[in-house]
């Protein structure tokens, strides 16, 4: 039996101190006890209360650095109440130092770990606990042991999804650890500081072959990407695509990598054939495709504006004198562009992180083209610019 404060702790999904090894028995006291005192009626919540330990999905999630963690933390609280999970997350944090032999080696000792539950207040006053929370942190080095302890506490019989999410995570922990026991892997290319980190994403999925692999920013991309195919529907037709020119891709500084792969997007479903990049004087850059003989070109330019994390500002396809625009006017608006029509503003959806999580755990995280977008935005970054400088 646990102490009564930490009961109440629990109840209040307040984290908890516990062993490592201990984990998994002081879950399953904690839950015991909380279904007798709910039955019986307490100040924490009416007598008959359901207490509901429910999972649907095995949740890990690595993440370096105490901001991170916290970060981490935030998503979590916000995805409970949409989909119950077992979330377990793996910490590095490089505010501690290892006591073990050796430079960079770690001993299991010195791993701390909390639990906690999720709590979600119903209509009534009721309150169901939908999930648990289980976090593991060490100094650098520590990550020889999650594997282990990742294998131990999942819940049987239920698929787990992998997030990764923070690319300075060792590579190492995901593709010998975790990718053995994923069933999905998600990956965030929002957190590309660079485009050259879609090589790191690109090698990951590579990697992960065969399994379903989602993108949250890919996901927070398909609102936009929605509303520029459906400028193309009949009366329209696709006849403007196959005879444009060149693209226009208005996007945040900062955000080339998602501007890469709305690019790449378009460069897939036309099969654009990439031959070289160009600097432009504006900091932006120029890709030249080869369609069926005909030069078309692609270009990214950084601007400022309002667009949320997604990065994009906007889209604009020529062809010879005709264009058809997307321009984001604020975070869920934009204003719609097609020839002789006058413009039309549209609202775009805007999706919470957590929103997109659970998106990426349904039907739209099973989307294989992302990966051959993925691939083919790698491409592009790899091309060797004709004017002098480094891209990266």
């Given at each position: ?212 692999i989602a993108d949250i920013a890919w996901l927070r991309l398909g609102p936009l990407r929605s509303l520029f195919a459906g400028m193309f529907d009949p009366p329209v037709g696709g006849g403007p695509l196959r005879r444009a020119t060149r693209l226009a891709v208005t996007h945040r500084p900062g955000s080339d990598a998602a501007a890469l792969l709305m690019l790449a997007w378009i460069g897939v479903l036309l ?122």
């Amino acid at each position: 039996m646990r102490a009564p404060g930490e009961l109440l702790h629990f109840m209040r999904g307040e984290p908890i101190a516990v062993d490592v090894g201990d984990i998994e028995r002081a879950l399953a006291d904690l839950w015991k006890q909380a279904s007798a005192t709910m039955g019986a009626g307490s100040a924490d919540g009416p007598a008959d209360a359901p207490v509901s330990r429910a999972a649907l999905w095995n949740v890990v999630i690595p993440a370096r650095g105490r901001d991170a963690l916290a970060a981490t933390k935030h998503l979590v609280d916000e995805l409970a109440p949409a989909l119950p999970t077992r979330t377990i997350t793996l910490c590095l944090d490089d505010a501690r130092t290892s006591g073990g032999a050796g430079s960079g080696s770690s001993d299991s000792s010195e791993l701390q770990a909390t639990i906690e539950s999720n709590v979600v207040a119903q209509p009534g006053g009721a309150r169901t606990v939908y999930s648990e929370e289980i976090m593991v942190a060490g100094p650098p080095g520590a990550e020889a042991h999650f594997g282990a302890l990742v294998r131990a506490l999942q819940v049987p019989g239920v698929p787990t999804a992998t997030f990764w999410m923070d690319p300075t995570m060792p590579a190492s922990l995901l593709t010998r650890e975790l990718l053995p026991m994923t069933s999905r892997l998600v990956l965030d290319t929002t957190a590309c500081l660079r485009p050259r980190h879609l090589f790191d994403f690109d090698r990951l999925a590579t990697a992960a072959h065969p399994l379903p692999i989602a993108d949250i920013a890919w996901l927070r991309l398909g609102p936009l990407r929605s509303l520029f195919a459906g400028m193309f529907d009949p009366p329209v037709g696709g006849g403007p695509l196959r005879r444009a020119t060149r693209l226009a891709v208005t996007h945040r500084p900062g955000s080339d990598a998602a501007a890469l792969l709305m690019l790449a997007w378009i460069g897939v479903l036309l099969d654009w054939r990439p031959r070289r990049s160009v600097q432009t004087s504006d900091g932006g850059l120029r890709f030249d495709f080869d369609r069926g003989g005909t030069l078309v070109t692609g270009t990214l330019m950084p601007a400022n504006g309002a667009c949320g994390k997604s990065g994009m500002l906007g889209l604009e396809l020529a062809v010879g004198t005709e264009r058809y625009a997307i321009r984001r006017t604020a975070l869920d608006q934009a204003v719609v562009e097609t020839p002789q029509v006058p413009p039309k503003p549209v609202m775009l959806d805007a999706h919470s992180d957590a929103e997109l999580c659970v998106a990426a755990l349904g039907s739209r995280g099973r989307d294989p083209l992302f990966a051959r977008c993925l691939a083919y935005a790698r491409q592009l970054w790899s091309l060797e610019p004709d004017s002098a400088g480094s891209r990266r």
